[in-house]
Nanobody, 125 residues
Framework: HVQLVESGGGSVEVGGSLRLSCAAS????????VAWFRQAPGKEREGVAH???????GYADSMKGRVTISQDNAKNNVYLEMNSLVTDDTAMYYC????????????????????WGQGTQVTVS
């Protein structure tokens, strides 16, 4: 059973920074890819960034250049460093994980992910 717990959200001013954390536990085989998604009120859930266990990363255009995804050596924590935040970045941010073999990189669509955290709210004003 995979458990994902997000933390680090909060309120920040435009131009500010936040570091989100995703603490993961459970089967390593079920956490081959870990991704951050976000969902603003009235909008669809969208990908922000993803990382595969070998360290390869990918970023969505919406926040590319302003975010960095990373993981600790034990691969039990995945981080999302966000900079130069704007009001459109206001959303609930979710951590998600999926197992399997992804030779060309992690999937970007949320429906591929089996395990989800409860989310952490980010508000930029």
């Amino acid at each position: 059973h995979v458990q994902l717990v997000e933390s680090g959200g909060g309120s920040v001013e435009v131009g500010g920074s936040l570091r989100l954390s995703c603490a993961a536990s459970g089967s390593n085989a079920s956490r081959v890819c870990v991704a951050w998604f976000r969902q603003a009120p009235g909008k669809e859930r969208e990908g922000v960034a993803h990382i595969i266990r070998d360290g390869r990363t990918g970023y969505a255009d919406s926040m590319k250049g302003r975010v960095t995804i990373s993981q600790d050596n034990a691969k039990n924590n995945v981080y999302l460093e966000m900079n130069s935040l704007v009001t459109d970045d206001t959303a609930m941010y979710y951590c998600a994980a999926v197992g399997g073999t992804w030779s060309v990189g992690c999937p970007v669509a949320p429906h591929y992910y089996d395990h989800w955290g409860q989310g952490t709210q980010v508000t930029v004003s």
